[in-house]
Structures are given as C-alpha cells and as structure tokens.
C-alpha cells in the first residue's frame, strides 16, 4: 500500500475507534471512600448521550446495559453480583441529554469482607457490542468499634415474627468526627438487615439504649454541648424516628413508661430529623435487600 493511502488508512481508524469512545460519557461518584463494613454503599452513575443521535439502551440475553465492575484486594480478584441475572428496564437517552442514576452498591454485590475494592461503572450498548467504562475509584471497608450489642425476639407483625435479630452499636471514625452506627443482623440466617450511621456522637460517652414493649431499639446520643439526638430503630433495621434535644434544667435521659414505650425525660424536643446523613440520601429501591455475611 501506498504511504499517502497507508496514512490515510490509519487517520480512518483512529478517527472511528475516537467516534465509537465519545459515543457516551460515564463517569462515577462514591461521596465517601472510607465506610464501615455494612454500610450502604451509594454509588450514582452518570451517563451522557454524546453521540449526536437518540440512543435506546437496553438488555441483550446475556448482559445488562447498566453495570458495574468490582474488583477487591491487591490481587484485584473479580467480585461476581449477587444476582447474575439483574436486568434493568430499557431507557432512551436522547441527543445531548444526560442521566443519574444512584444504586445501593453492596446491595448488588457481596462487599462483606474488609480492605480495598476497586469500582468503575459499565454501560453496554447492545445495538453497537460496546462497553463504555467510566474511570476507577477505589475505597476501604473497614469495621467499627463495638458499644452495645443484644439480641431480641422478633415480634408478630415484623418480618421473621419469632426469630431473633441481634443489634449492635458501633462507633466509626470519618473526617474528624466520629460517628454512631447500629447494626441489625439475623444470627439464625447470618444476614445483615442494615448497618445505618445515627450520627455524630461525642467521644468517650457511651450512649444510652432501651428496648420498648415492642423491642424498638432507642437510643439516646450526645451529639454536642448540651445537644441530645433520640433515635428510634426497628427490627427491620429501619430508622423509624429521630428528635433532637437540648438540655434545660436536667440532663435528656430514656425512661420506660407503664405502657412500655420509651420517652426522653429532662430534655426539650427542638428539631425532628430525617434518618440517615445530611446530603446523603439512600435510594429506596435495593435498600430492603438482606446482605448475606461471608463465610469466615
């Protein structure tokens, strides 16, 4: 071949596989790259349509179009999902338009185990056989230090009436604070329900903790001077309420009621909370999903 027409060639291909790479933007965003083992893993993925036409993404038989790729240790060894088979309804992006999308990452995939994991999200375009990667972020699973911990009988009415959820508190430093964790675990089935953060909490002052007449788990916290957080969980291992308090005349302490509920005595009610950490929402739709613990 010619050098003008071997040049020429060349100039084709690098401008096809620049064509075939700028066909869509992925990029991935994890707030926070130190968690505590357990804790939901938000990862939102953005995609953006840079192809200069409609593209409909959608399944093929054997891959889904949204994904993800984890990889753990130094090893880098490949973590499976939990689900092979998890598929996602089609979605049409249209010319210039990009999406979010945010997931509960260990909810997918089994991240039980403590250390480093590698994670770069993945959109396959079935139409065209091509996958488009966004770049790696990498974060650590580590474990917190332990409070509290009892296990309970599980009510009629709750998922699992008449089995036995354990609970347990521990303490996690982030940043330059540490922060309350409660943790709800099937000891029978060796599940874990949730691992939810309650919030800051000051150092070296254990917290307070009942169960009601229906084995809610409360909690009563020092957040800061003369700040108390109050925080109701269910055996579910969902936040069901959360009040802040501020002390008056009397430090807030939990007393038990003759009806068996749980009230903060000697404190004033000054803000009710919404669960979970500011700015850091949970997507509601893998959050009810059970992590299985790894076999030790």
């Not at 979010?100 to 480093?116: Q, T």
């Not at 939810?196 to 150092?203: C, E, P, Q, V, Y």
Request: aromatic content about 10%; overall charge positive.
């Amino acid at each position: 071949m010619r050098p003008r027409l071997l040049l020429f060639a060349l100039l084709l291909a690098v401008a096809f596989v620049q064509s075939a790479q700028a066909q869509f933007q992925v990029s991935l965003d994890i707030k926070r790259r130190f968690l505590m083992v357990y804790e939901p893993i938000v990862a939102t993925v953005t995609v953006a349509n840079l192809s200069g036409r409609d593209i409909t993404l959608t399944d093929s038989p054997t891959q889904s179009w949204f994904g993800f790729q984890v990889n753990y240790g130094e090893t880098s060894r490949i973590i499976p999902p939990n689900d092979p088979f998890y598929r996602q309804p089609p979605l049409t992006l249209a010319m210039g338009q990009t999406i979010k999308r945010s997931v509960v990452l260990n909810n997918l995939f089994p991240m039980g185990e403590l250390g480093l994991y590698r994670i770069r999200a993945t959109i396959f375009d079935s139409a065209r056989e091509k996958y488009y990667q966004s770049p790696v972020i990498g974060l650590e699973l580590s474990e917190g230090k332990l409070v509290w911990q009892q296990n309970a009988g599980v009510p009629s009415g709750y998922n699992g009436a008449g089995g036995t959820r354990k609970v347990s508190l521990l303490t996690f430093r982030r940043s330059e604070s540490t922060y309350l964790y409660v943790r709800v675990e099937d000891p029978d089935n060796a599940v874990v329900y949730s691992t939810l953060g309650l919030g800051r909490i000051i150092s070296g002052i254990d917290p307070e903790v009942q169960f009601d007449g229906q084995n809610v788990v409360n909690v009563l916290q020092l957040i800061g001077q003369k700040a108390y957080l109050f925080t109701r969980v269910s055996l579910d291992g969902e936040i069901i309420s959360q009040e802040t308090y501020t002390t008056t005349k009397y430090r807030p302490t939990l007393r038990r009621n003759a009806s068996g509920s749980i009230s903060v005595y000697g404190g004033t009610a000054s803000r009710t909370g919404a669960p979970g950490d500011p700015g850091e929402k949970v997507p509601n739709k893998l959050s009810d999903r059970p992590v299985p613990v790894p076999a030790q």
